[in-house]
């Protein structure tokens, strides 16, 4: 079976092909600045033949999609002759709402769902839809497409999780409750951890901690999560590269009323101007504002301060709540290649047991995985690059050998 997978950004086009007999990655690349100048396609196979191009200018995601069928296909960079080779094309979709707890195929109904559900995730959601409206009208019924979702992970958290302290009604009228979202990349490496530590996940419990430009920490009790720190929306949970992170709702009317903002406006603030980014001043990019402190910047060093005192706090609330802890996962941009937060965090958590092997820990970078806690650790610590696409791809094999 060979899957084409895409994941669809608001101004971005992430894509995949696996052949699922050896799970191997025939190609796989990047469209960049879609509907901007200057946009850029870049993609590599496994032969390792590279393909780099800058257009004037991708119109949309249906400029994107077309320019990496004729990729794919291409003689000289292409892995397969025709697209009658693919079986399936598969879809990342952020949020799934209370309708998806499984990768589903895909038809009428799935995208009007999906549609009713742009409103909670109006950036992901509508460019995710978007792409596969796109590919439905290049391929017609003649390739089936599936759709994964990032809040399907969560769908059996107990009731005491993701519900809130807002008038049920709301719940019932709206469907207000925590969703929690990165559900591919934290299910991935927390089966990951099982299986390095060649035990069982059903006998493990496991924190795993996306740390990304977007950021999130799941509780895995036996395979199960049971608690995440991203709630309703993305914007829950820790400070992040743009993000704010949790804060006092009554922060948000307070400013909007001293301010006069519109709803509207005060989403863009803690959406695109606060986390790393509104704290520092200086970039939401975790390297950059590393390198701004060390430099003596007071505020970049707060903001990072802020992101490592808030992870501590997560693995031990997560700790509690699950009763104890075995395992503990890095992974996403900051998680596998910035180990001075992992030692901040792992120093912090002694308490717990936790003993990190520093010199391994400064070495686990760039691509390097594996375990950075000592043998005398109480919790084994390890660094886990996710690779959400076969996650993605695993999930919409199943589908065909139900």
């Known amino acids: 079976m060979i899957i084409l997978l895409l994941n669809a950004g608001s101004s971005s086009l992430k894509f995949q092909v696996i052949d699922m007999v050896c799970e191997k990655v025939l190609i796989k690349g990047t469209c960049e600045k879609i509907n901007s100048r200057k946009s850029l396609i870049r993609s590599r196979s496994f032969a390792g033949v590279e393909f780099i191009r800058q257009y004037d200018e991708l119109v949309d995601h249906k400029d994107a999609v077309y320019h990496i069928k004729e990729i794919i296909t291409d003689s000289k960079y292409g892995v397969i002759k025709d697209f009658s080779e693919v079986s399936v094309i598969g879809h990342r979709v952020v949020h799934g709402g209370e309708y998806f707890k499984d990768a589903v195929l895909i038809d009428d109904d ?106 999130s920490i799941t509780a895995i009790d036996r395979g199960k999560a049971v608690d995440t720190s991203m709630g309703f929306t993305p914007l829950d949970g820790l400070i992040m590269g743009t993000r704010c992170g949790s804060l006092d709702p009554s922060i948000v009317t307070f400013i909007e009323e001293k301010e006069n903002l519109s709803p509207e406006k005060m989403d863009s603030i803690l959406n695109k101007e606060s986390g790393f980014l509104g704290i520092s001043g200086v970039s939401n990019d975790d390297r950059e504002v590393l390198e701004s402190a060390k430099n003596g910047d007071e505020r970049s060093a707060l903001s990072q301060e802020m992101f490592d005192y808030q992870i501590i706090k997560y693995i031990g609330a997560y700790a509690a709540a699950m009763n104890g802890c075995d395992a503990i996962v890095f992974t996403a941009g900051i998680g596998e290649n910035q180990w001075g937060h992992r030692e901040n965090v792992c120093e912090s958590l002694s308490f717990m047991g936790v003993e990190l092997d520093k010199k391994v820990n400064r070495e686990m970078i760039f691509g390097k995985c594996g375990k950075i806690s000592s043998p005398k650790s109480a919790v084994e610590v390890f660094v886990i690059a996710a690779n959400e696409e076969l996650a993605m791809a695993r999930y919409i094999q199943k589908i065909f050998t139900k």
């Open 110 to 215: 799935v995208i009007e769902k999906i549609r009713d559900l742009i409103v909670l995730a109006p950036l992901h959601n509508q460019a995710n839809l978007n792409v596969i409206l796109i590919c439905r009208e290049l391929f017609g019924d003649k390739i089936s497409q599936a759709a994964v979702f990032d809040t399907s992970f969560y769908f059996g958290m107990p009731q005491k999780a993701y519900m809130y302290g807002l008038p049920y009604r709301y719940y019932e009228k709206y469907n207000i409750r925590k969703y929690g979202f990165h559900g591919t990349s934290h299910k991935f490496v927390g089966e990951k951890c099982a299986e390095i530590m060649n035990q069982k996940i059903e006998d493990l419990k496991i924190i795993t901690c996306h740390l990304g430009n977007g950021s």
